[in-house]
């Protein structure tokens, strides 16, 4: 076993860890008889410390396709698997997934343990709403099936619980049907932040929508913003381009740290270009493939390093609908006025809450990277509270310094959810450094 | 090559040269003593390239099956890959006989059973490719691991042997050397990058070693160099040397 300094995303916290990485299933069994405490880790594509632990247990090495029906759209995997290897195997086929993060570089057993959603949850859920069943390897070495309809706590556990209940080892899930690789695509410029949540409201019946926030405007046009929404294209639409599924294009990669303004520099450019461009239209239309409508930010690997050494934070919450519009105008203030945030916040609506324990719930859920400062956390502290007010909770897998006492104050199955884990787990076998930190195990 | 025979596909490297010869349309056989573990494999090779895998039991102790391992094969492959080997214990097997010949029999003798059999079917097909994954330990006894080394000696010895008799009949016989190679079974140990192959990076290169039809490879290369001086110090000032 190799000591590694361990970090995810967001370059915060970084950790001392001894990582081992299981190829077969036996070698997981192995790990769980003979190591005291652990966390298993996907791609450390969470921002914070969700899979940080002084051992780690990687889970990319377990990355074989069990079985693919072609014909109904049902994909059995490993929980090591990324969503990319996925694609390269679906898209060809005419399949997609289901529900997809803004990075294609996760595992799917990080995709069960946050229960990851897309820019599609208000029509399709978050990502366990499609899981057929799954087999996670219990604390006490168990290997509990498990489903919507069979062993169904278990199974809504660890949707979104964080890795905590198991060690996720095989996922079955259904995926969506594509007749392209293309996206039919349209953009809406608004002027301001109302406007954008009326139009969220009003375009509720598109599959796909998310909106880019400038979050540096002030004034009668704070919250400029531009809404962009999105349908699978169908071949008739495609205008005759030449290959049904496009190539793969290029991947650049930022190899060193870099001071933030950079990144802030690259965005604003990339909005403007929208909001000024020289056909200024309020609504614009195109077709742009899978790759660029979901991953933008894939095509620059590693953007991260572009945050600096200290590394940042992404400030990600959700707020009930019914005051929702309220809520995410003042904290959108509070933030703004700081300036301390980057440029860009991603807005998006979200649909019914699917797991007892998952952070979507119907409302509107707002994402900002700020780079870390000396001040920054006592702020967010401030912001948590509003957050608490409003009704509203705080994305796990994009936390790293939120205190106990919110998630458990904001999260409503939180004391069940502890009780379930001591239950399954009174050894504390698994255990994260999140987990520590918010006094969930 | 249309169908590659890998014996012991369960180690890092034999899984690595699987994915990549399989991205590559080439058919599989994956002979492991745990079939258990390589079905996985096998399902995921077959869907993501669509080529045929098939996985099949094969124990490289007992000798007295390996007859029988190949004739049961359909169909034959034309490129065998020989990964297997036991690094043991070495301190124990200097009092623990059984620990001994487990060494030496999985490494050498093994290896010797099974390849008589397949290089006689490639003499008589005139066709095919041997490679053997032998090590730099067999090119020079250390009181740390000479079991081991030797055993490898002797196998690296039959396949430059192998090599010189299925010359006239066109078959490809490759010795593979290689020095550390980063396994999940490398526990703790610290080894410099520079010497120690990811089992990727030595699959590419024992790959690139297939298409370029080498006789004699080292993963990594440096090695190459490492052995020339460790080859030719004296031996009096080599007995003194703690390696
Ligand atoms: C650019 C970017 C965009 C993103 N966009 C979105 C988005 O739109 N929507 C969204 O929901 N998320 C988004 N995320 C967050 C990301 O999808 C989640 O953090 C996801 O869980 C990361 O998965 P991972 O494989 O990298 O796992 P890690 O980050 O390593 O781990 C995440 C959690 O999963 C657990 N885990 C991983 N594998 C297993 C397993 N086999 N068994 C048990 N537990 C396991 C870990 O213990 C940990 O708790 C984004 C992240 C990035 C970097």
Redesign the interface.
């Given at each position: 076993?190799?000591s590694d300094l361990l970090t995810n995303w967001n370059n915060y916290p970084i950790e001392k860890s001894e990582v081992?990485?299981?190829?077969?299933?036996?070698?997981f069994y192995t790990q769980l008889a003979e190591s005291s405490s652990f966390i298993v880790r996907g791609n450390g594509r969470c921002y914070g410390d969700a899979s940080l632990s002084p051992h780690v247990i990687s889970a990319l090495k377990f990355n074989?396709?069990?079985?693919?029906d072609e014909a109904r759209g049902i994909l059995t995997c490993?929980s090591g698997l990324l969503l990319s290897d996925i694609l390269d195997?679906i898209m060809p086929r005419g399949w997609f997934l289901p529900v997809t993060p803004g990075t294609r570089f996760i595992t799917v057993g990080g995709a069960v343990a946050s229960d990851v959603h897309g820019k599609n949850h208000h029509k399709d859920g978050s990502f366990s709403q499609h899981i057929v069943s799954m087999k996670v390897l219990s604390p006490n070495g168990e290997i509990v099936v498990c489903s919507a309809l069979e062993n169904s706590e278990y199974f809504w556990f660890t949707c979104g619980g964080m890795g905590l209940t198991g060690i996720i080892l095989e996922v079955t899930f259904t995926l969506k049907k594509i007749e392209t690789g293309y996206i039919k695509q349209v953009q809406i410029k608004s002027e301001g932040l109302d406007e954008v949540l009326d139009l969220f409201e009003q375009y509720s019946h598109y599959t796909y929508s998310v909106a880019w926030i400038d979050c540096l405007k002030k004034g009668p046009h704070f919250g400029r913003s531009i809404l962009m929404l999105g349908e699978h294209a169908t071949i008739p639409e495609l205008n005759g381009r030449q290959h049904v599924y496009p190539k793969k294009s290029k991947t650049l990669s930022v190899p060193f740290h870099f001071p933030s303004f950079v990144l802030n520099g690259l965005s604003v450019k990339a909005f403007n270009s929208v909001f000024y461009a020289k056909n200024y239209k309020r609504e614009m239309h195109s077709i742009a493939s899978c790759e660029s409508f979901f991953y933008p930010l894939d095509a620059i690997l590693h953007w991260n390093r572009i945050y600096g050494r200290k590394g940042f934070v992404q400030y990600q919450f959700v707020v009930p609908k019914d005051r929702g519009k309220e809520g995410i105008r003042e904290i959108l203030t509070r933030i703004s006025n700081k300036g301390w945030g980057s440029f860009l916040a991603v807005l998006k609506l979200f649909g019914t809450q699917q797991g007892p324990i998952s952070f979507n719930m119907e409302g509107y859920t707002l994402a900002l990277d700020i780079p870390i400062n000396a001040k920054l956390f006592a702020f967010l502290d401030e912001l948590d509270i509003m957050v608490k007010e409003y009704g509203g909770r705080i994305y796990l897998t994009k936390d790293a310094r939120m205190k106990a006492e919110i998630f458990h104050s904001t999260y409503p199955n939180a004391s069940r959810f502890t009780s379930f884990l001591s239950e399954i787990d009174p050894e504390k076998k698994i255990v994260s450094s999140l987990s520590r930190r918010l006094s969930i195990k | 090559m249309k169908t590659a025979l890998i014996l012991g596909a369960?180690s890092?490297v034999a899984?690595a040269l699987a994915d990549q010869l399989a991205a590559k349309s080439v058919n599989l056989i994956l002979a492991a003593r745990n079939v258990e573990?390589i079905l996985?494999?096998k399902?995921?090779l077959s869907?993501?390239y669509g080529i045929t895998v098939s996985v099949v039991a094969f124990d490289a102790a007992n000798p007295s099956t390996h007859k029988h391992f190949y004739e049961s094969l359909v169909p034959k492959p034309d490129t065998v890959i020989c990964v297997f080997g036991y690094l043991g214990d070495h301190t124990r097997a200097l009092t623990d006989w059984e620990e001994c010949t487990t060494i030496l029999n999985s490494n050498y003798v093994g290896a010797v059973s099974i390849l008589n059999v397949i290089a006689n079917d490639f003499e008589n097909r005139k066709e095919g490719m041997i490679v053997g994954l032998s090590s730099v330990a067999g090119e020079r006894g250390r009181q740390s691991n000479y079991l081991y080394g030797s055993a490898k000696a002797g196998f690296t010895a039959y396949l430059s042997g192998l090599r010189n008799r299925l010359f006239k009949s066109g078959v490809q016989v490759i010795t593979v050397k290689p020095g550390f190679m980063k396994t999940?079974m490398l526990?703790?140990m610290k080894t410099s990058p520079f010497l120690t192959a990811q089992p990727e990076k030595a699959a590419a290169l024992i790959i690139r070693a297939m298409h370029h039809k080498k006789d004699v490879v080292y993963v990594l290369p440096t090695w190459k160099w490492i052995m020339l001086i460790i080859r030719n110090i004296p031996e009096f000032i080599f007995k003194k040397l703690k390696l």
């Open positions: 076993m190799a081992s990485s299981p190829v077969f299933a036996e070698d074989r396709v069990l079985n693919f490993q195997l | 369960t890092e899984l573990n996985p494999v399902s995921d869907i993501r999940r526990k703790g």
